[in-house]
């Protein structure tokens, strides 16, 4: 969560992944994003497709269904630290050029 971003915002709303029969409540509170098992759908509901999901918490994408509150969500939300970036490759590997390697182990 970006603190400065949720600060005074609530957001409440039930989502359900396809192919997971639990449904989640979703509360963003106090600048806290708490997630628990929910009973039933609330008036406000988000049924998604397992990929949507997955897009929508890596930041590719907002579902079609449920955009308007997702996007509220992912307005506040802060993925800075989610994936850290990859580390460059060896500069050794770099000076080789295209050199091609045998698949083959060696004994």
Request: net charge positive.
């Amino acid at each position: 969560m970006d603190p400065r971003k949720a600060e005074g915002k609530r957001l409440a709303f039930t989502i359900a992944a396809a192919g997971d029969p639990r449904i989640r409540r979703v509360e963003l509170r106090n600048s806290l994003l708490v997630i628990s098992d929910a009973d039933s759908k609330a008036p406000v509901h988000v049924d998604s497709t397992r990929r949507e999901l997955a897009e929508f918490v890596l930041g590719k994408s907002l579902p079609a269904k449920g955009r308007d509150t997702l996007a509220q969500l992912d307005y506040v939300l802060d993925r800075s630290q989610l994936m850290p970036l990859a580390p460059r490759s060896p500069t050794t590997f770099e000076r080789k050029g295209k050199v091609k390697y045998s698949d083959d182990l060696e004994h």
